[in-house]
């Protein structure tokens, strides 16, 4: 849960004075949407998203508090739609939200390998939290 809570401190602190889409991509049982209370509010994830069932738009919710707010793009609930994710549609979610964001945070270690592969031209730069394990730094 470390990398979430430091994914969703990110995502607050460049939000105020930049646009911001934290992507939840961790399949943990305590995820962003449940560090952020809106659980009950996931109607479309970001499975839905790369499947075409929604839009950007219709997928994030908007968190909005006192000095920040960011675009989210939960997590599935069912953990099974994990399976379903791929780079091609890493790639999808960097295409679409291309230009509406100065920063697209994700939060998640098992798409990692798909991050550092992802196309150049769409990403300028990419900070990646791994497993925090010494042998991680070395």
Same mark, same amino acid.
């Given at each position: 849960q470390g990398k979430t809570v430091f994914s969703l401190i990110a &995502?607050? #602190?460049?939000?105020k004075d930049k646009k911001v889409l934290l992507v939840d991509l961790s399949n943990s049982e305590k995820d962003s949407?449940?560090? @952020?209370? $809106?659980?009950? +509010?996931v109607i479309y994830d970001v499975v839905d998203l790369i499947k075409d069932t929604c839009s950007l738009e219709q997928? $994030? /919710?908007? /968190? #909005?508090? #006192?000095?920040?707010?960011? !675009?989210?793009? =939960? &997590? =599935?609930? +069912?953990?099974?739609?994990?399976?379903?994710? !791929? @780079?091609?549609?890493l790639k999808k979610i960097f295409m679409e939200s291309n230009g509406i964001y100065d920063y697209i945070v994700i939060d998640g270690t098992t798409v990692a390998d798909? /991050?550092?592969? &992802?196309s150049y031209e769409i990403i300028d730069l990419v900070v990646m939290l791994t497993y925090n394990k010494i042998e991680n730094i070395k």
């Open positions: &995502a607050k #602190e460049l939000s949407s449940y560090y @952020l209370n $809106v659980k009950d +509010m997928a $994030v /919710i908007n /968190i #909005e508090k #006192e000095g920040f707010n960011f !675009d989210f793009l =939960p &997590a =599935p609930r +069912m953990k099974n739609k994990y399976r379903q994710l !791929d @780079l091609g549609h798909d /991050i550092k592969t &992802a």
